[in-house]
């Protein structure tokens, strides 16, 4: 590899990113211990990214021209500061393309973004056990709140949530 390849270079993603985009998104599954996307959840992935009505943005990351990372983000609001704000779902890096410096470049071209749109905040969340990713986000100033818990209401669950507001 020359130098130049060796050179992150950060680029929104197109549609005939797909494939390496779901690449990225198995790996990451693995590394979670997840179950990766089945094909019509594959599907859905690039449908909602790349559909007429995106739901949700993707920045990747090369390095010699090849996708190494991704960084899948979208816009929420906070009532409290009556601004929006930029979260984070998915920022992954291919184990071969790690320590290069690939996930900062991605987290501040996202808080650089975060400013360009006036949005009050930049969030994400990071699994308790990924010490390793906790350290790097603490490095970066990235306070890890504790006092806050996300809250979760999928599959059946949900299901009978909006069933409640049927029976009224």
């Given at each position: 590899?020359?130098?130049?390849?060796?050179?992150?270079?950060?680029?929104?993603?197109?549609?005939?990113?797909?494939?390496?985009?779901?690449?990225?998104?198995?790996?990451?599954?693995?590394?979670?211990?997840?179950?990766?996307?089945?094909?019509?959840?594959?599907?859905?992935?690039?449908?909602?990214?790349?559909?007429?009505?995106?739901?949700?943005?993707?920045?990747?990351?090369?390095?010699?021209?090849?996708?190494?990372?991704?960084?899948?983000?979208?816009?929420?609001?906070s009532t409290f500061r009556a601004q929006p704000s930029l979260y984070l779902e998915d920022l992954f890096v291919h184990e071969g393309a790690r320590a290069r410096g690939i996930g900062g470049l991605l987290l501040s071209h996202?808080?650089?973004?975060?400013?360009?749109?006036?949005?009050?905040?930049?969030?994400?969340?990071?699994?308790?056990?990924?010490?390793?990713?906790?350290?790097?986000?603490?490095?970066?100033?990235?306070?890890?709140?504790?006092?806050?818990?996300?809250?979760?209401?999928?599959?059946?669950?949900?299901?009978?949530?909006?069933?409640?507001?049927?029976?009224?």
């Amino acid at each position: 590899m020359t130098a130049h390849s060796d050179t992150p270079r950060l680029r929104p993603a197109t549609p005939a990113d797909g494939a390496a985009y779901l690449e990225l998104v198995r790996a990451l599954a693995a590394f979670e211990g997840l179950e990766p996307p089945d094909a019509a959840a594959a599907e859905r992935l690039l449908h909602d990214a790349f559909g007429p009505r995106p739901r949700y943005e993707l920045l990747l990351a090369e390095l010699g021209g090849r996708v190494v990372a991704y960084a899948a983000f979208f816009e929420t609001y906070s009532t409290f500061r009556a601004q929006p704000s930029l979260y984070l779902e998915d920022l992954f890096v291919h184990e071969g393309a790690r320590a290069r410096g690939i996930g900062g470049l991605l987290l501040s071209h996202l808080g650089r973004l975060a400013l360009e749109r006036g949005c009050g905040r930049f969030e994400w969340t990071v699994l308790d056990w990924n010490e390793r990713a906790r350290n790097f986000y603490r490095s970066l100033g990235a306070s890890i709140l504790s006092h806050w818990q996300l809250c979760r209401v999928d599959g059946e669950a949900l299901v009978a949530l909006a069933e409640r507001a049927r029976q009224g």
